[in-house]
């Protein structure tokens, strides 16, 4: 949902006790939401408009952008958002942020009202309330979102009154499992206008919950096992990987390259020595022997053996 920048609303001030009219050029000053109980009492003590004043309000702000009049009408419905916030008190988020995130809602009705239309504020607003509320617990209800899809959103808010609402039907309700049987998937679903798998997979992320990766350690001073602790896998790190092919390149096409630059005797004293030894020591030629079959010394041998090494080496280096 876009959101468009609301212009400030006008403040009133609002005595502590008795009913308030909007007579006086005085601000209200509602108590914060910090203190909940203050500012649901203030709220309910504001006074509601008539379809003439709304009617009144609303063609000033739209012909005139009157932010006095946007502010009456904010007001005037502000107990609409604490009444639709303590639907969703079942999520266990706070309810001042419900009645923030419904206040918002109500701003954004508040702004696009069109008194032409024929329908009351109230009935305009409700949508954009509950459309606010919707995305906050969405955002914020788990670590990661279990709703991302319009059918998603849709099963999130209606699976957990609807599998109330089986279980009451139920002629074993207290005994009622919590999983949903197939018939009621099928009830669900066709009830809902979404598919099945989507009721399933919904019912399976609403049964799960957040794991910490890797939890701080206990106060105890023991080291908390979480799902990181068999879930790393250093091998599969990009480091890890681009460094095993790079040994694996070196190993096969990169020994060949470096070999080819090599002349023949000096390329069979490294074969022999090097490549031709198995892992148990077997095979190979000793440097006694390449002497004899070269008629040169065994020192020889050891030079141009080591001398051959380091040109592959280089060789290897600028690979």
């Not at 920048?5 to 209200?28: C, I, N, Y």
């Not at 702000?61 to 419905?77: F, I, K, T, W, Y």
């Not at 022997?289 to 001398?307: F, H, K, N, T």
């Amino acid at each position: 949902m876009s959101t468009t920048a609301l212009a400030p609303l006008p403040s009133f001030k609002l005595a502590p006790s008795a009913p308030v009219g909007w007579s006086g050029s005085s601000a209200l000053v509602l108590p914060p939401l910090g203190n909940l109980d203050a500012y649901i009492s203030a709220v309910n003590r504001l006074p509601l408009l008539t379809p003439e004043e709304e009617r009144d309000y609303a063609e000033r702000l739209q012909q005139h952008n009157d932010l006095e009049a946007a502010g009456r009408l904010v007001m005037s419905h502000l107990r609409l958002v604490v009444s639709v916030s303590r639907q969703y008190l079942g999520y266990g988020l706070p309810h001042a942020d419900l009645i923030q995130e419904g206040n918002i809602g109500l701003m954004k009705a508040v702004k696009r009202f069109d008194p032409q239309q024929g329908v009351r504020l109230v009935s305009y607003a409700l949508h954009w309330i509950k459309a606010e509320i919707h995305d906050y617990i969405l955002k914020n209800w788990r670590m990661v979102r279990v709703a991302t899809t319009k059918a998603q959103r849709k099963l999130f808010f209606n699976l957990r009154s609807m599998k109330q609402a089986f279980k009451a039907d139920a002629p074993d309700s207290d005994t009622h499992r919590e999983q949903l049987s197939e018939l009621e998937v099928e009830r669900m679903a066709s009830a809902l206008d979404v598919r099945r798998e989507d009721v399933r997979e919904m019912q399976t992320r609403l049964a799960g919950g957040d794991v910490v990766l890797d939890p701080s350690p206990g106060d105890d001073g023991e080291e908390a096992y979480g799902p990181i602790a068999y879930l790393a896998d250093s091998s599969q790190e990009p480091g890890a990987l681009l460094q095993a092919r790079q040994r694996e390149h070196l190993a096969s096409v990169g020994v060949q390259q470096a070999l080819e630059q090599l002349d023949e005797r000096a390329r069979r004293i490294v074969s022999e020595r090097w490549l031709a030894v198995n892992d148990d020591g077997s095979g190979g030629m000793t440097l006694h022997e390449l002497a004899a079959e070269y008629g040169v010394s065994a020192e020889r041998i050891r030079q141009i053996e080591s001398a051959a090494l380091k040109k592959m080496r280089l060789t290897l280096q600028a690979a």
